[in-house]
């Protein structure tokens, strides 16, 4: 079985607009939560997410190109750039056959869809679609055009899985990679979904906070006053590729991607499995596929949405796993500081995680201040503060509406 590892990342979130950036925001606790601008949102229950800001997809892509893409892919050809640039391939020298785009997104071009559909209304219901509707909208458009930009001819779909959407992704392009079925896999995911559907359909399944007085404070996982997590939206993406490929062209490797789990909850189509069955069988296989005991764990980036079942849930798994190890763990969420991307949570919490292994650094959960008497407080959840620790092991977890569960574990390379 071929060995896999990372060699180039690329990040657009709502605390960093690169790798670097996202990496300086994790470590000091940013929140990346604000009132929206994208649109009016007076008339909802909720008036603020997690945006990327300062954004112009023009200055990164052909005007042209750029109006006949949504947001989502905005994001996907941004970080898949980024990432790309950082592992410093000389395309000439790939095998574009052996080479392919695995890309996770939860919702796809949903304000591409929501456009249209007014757009329509307004016209007294002439049917003048944009022949650009269906390519913009549909979430596997964005491997398409990432594959177009490189030319990579190998494998190439979309995962869709709600917020384990771009984690799937991974594991996948991993599993490939380690049976010799391509050599590179430019994996992850991005989602733009802070729009009036998404806002408003979230909000009415009351599964986001309502903290308008205190934006930056209402993503707060583990605390006893949480009320629901915080939209957000960007992008994250991940280079795969087989070891001795990548030691043979002389890569910066980043960290080795020892394997990972999928499995369901089989239990509701949005809340989690009361006593997290469905999150501790994933980190069960994730362990077992890659071949290490919980002892040999560090670090877990926990889902940690923010949401009064999701958090005890997990922490009930992460417990039923780990048993005493747990307490020797850094646990941490960092939707607190960037907000639920949704299909992108999985790539941008991997990107945390190896630069965590990188760096020796644990990032917080920001917005601690009450303990929760349903959650057990002796673990270390890495609260309101980031932590120097030396990290070997790190461990992902990604979890979605329909009960779809992931985990991915990381190793440092020695």
Known sequence: MKRVVVTGMGAITPIGNSLNEYWEGLKNGKSGAAPITLFD????????????????????????EARRMDRFSHFAMVCATEAMEDAGFDLEQINKDKAGVIWGAGIGGLKTLESEIESYALRGGAPKYNPFMIPKMIADIAPGLISIKYGFRGLN?????????SSHALINACDYIKLGKADVIIAGGSEAAITKTGLGGFNAMKALSERNDEPTKASRPFDKNRDGFVLGEGGGCLILEELEHAQKRGAKIYAEVLGGGMTADAHHITAPHPEGLGAANVMKIALEDSGITPADVDYINVHGTSTPLGDVAETQAILKVFGNAAYNLNISSTKSMTGHLLGAAGAIEAIACIKALEHGMVPPTINHSENDEEI??????????AQTRDIRVALSNTFGFGGHNTSVVFRKMD
């Open 41 to 64: 949102p007076e008339l909802f229950k909720t008036k603020f997410a997690c945006e990327v800001k300062e954004f112009n997809p023009q200055d990164h892509i052909d005007r042209r």
């Open 376 to 385: 057990d407080n002796k673990l270390n959840f890495t609260f309101n503060t």
């Open 157 to 165: 779909y979309a995962t869709v899985s709600a917020c384990a959407s």
